[in-house]
C-alpha cells in the first residue's frame, strides 16, 4: 500500500473512531431506565398544533416558553394566509384556544406576547419545592426521546410528596399533569434470578380517559412541539442547507464546463 493511501486512511479513520467512542460513552452515561425512541415528524403541522393546544392546556400552567411568541407560533405551525386564514382568524383562533394568560391589569394577552406564565418561582418552590423550569430548551438540552419517555413514565411511588416517581427523572418534583388521560401505572420488578435483578416494568392498574396508543400520540406531539420550540429556525435551516448544497452542485458544473472550454485548444 502506497504511503499516501495510508495516509488518507489514517485521515478518514482516526476521527471516525473518536466519534464512535464519544457517542457510544455519552449514550452509557444516562440513568434509569433506557429511552424509548420519540419518532417525530417536525413537518407534521397536525402533530406540532396538537402538541401546542396540549401545551398550553397542560403545561403552561407551571412551564414558561419565555422566548416564544404566540403569533410566531401559529405561522410556523401552518396557521397563515397560505391555508386560508386572515390576520384577524388566526388572532380569534389563538385568543379562543391558546391564551390563557394575562397581564398586569388582567388583560389576556396579546398574540405578540411572549409565552410567559403566571407561575412565580417563589410559589413554586412553596408548591413543588424546586423551581419550574421554562421548558424553550428541553429540547436540546434534554433531548427528544427522553422528554417521550419522560411524559411515559411517571408511576405511583406513595413513598413521594406528588405520591408519583418517574423512570428516567428519579425524585421527581412534577405531578403526572396528564394522569386522567393515560390512567396510572405502577413498577414492577420482575424476579431477578439472585444475580440479576429483574427489568422493573410499568403496567398500567388504572387506565385513563385514552387507549395506551392514543396516550403516546399526545405525548410524541407534545415532544414534537417542545423540539420545535427549541429551534424553531430548523424547519427552514435544514431547507437552506438542501439549497446550499444545490447550489454547490451547480457551480461546479458550471466550473467543470469552464475549464474544459479553456483547456481545449492547448495541447
Ligand atoms: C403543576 C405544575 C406542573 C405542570 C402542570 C407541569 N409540570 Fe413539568 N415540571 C414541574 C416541576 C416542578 C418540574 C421540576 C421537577 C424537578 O426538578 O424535580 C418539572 C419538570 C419538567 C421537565 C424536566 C425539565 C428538566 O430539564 O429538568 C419536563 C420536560 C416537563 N416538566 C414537562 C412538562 C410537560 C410537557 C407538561 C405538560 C404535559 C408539564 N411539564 C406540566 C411542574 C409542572
Redesign the pocket.
Known sequence: MSNSIRKWIFVLLVPALVVFILGSVSGGAGHGAALQSANIDLHDKQSLQNGAK??VN??????SLKFSRYNRMAEDMGLNEEHGLTGDDVSTLLKENMIFTYDEDGKQDKVGSLMKNA?SPKA?AE???????D?SL?GR??GTD??YS??KGFYLDSSRPMGVNNTV?K?????H??WELQGWQEMEHAEGDGEHHGEPTLTLSKPGKMSPGEYDQVVRD?TNF?TYVSEPAQLSRKMYGVFTLLFLLLLFGVSWMLEKEYWKDIH
Open positions: 396540549y401545551y397542560y403545561c403552561m400552567g407551571c412551564h407561575y413554586a408548591a413543588f419545592g424546586t423551581s419550574v423550569p421548558l428541553v438540552s434534554r427522553w422528554i419522560y411524559l427523572f425524585d421527581v418534583g412534577m405531578p399533569v396528564l407534545l417542545l
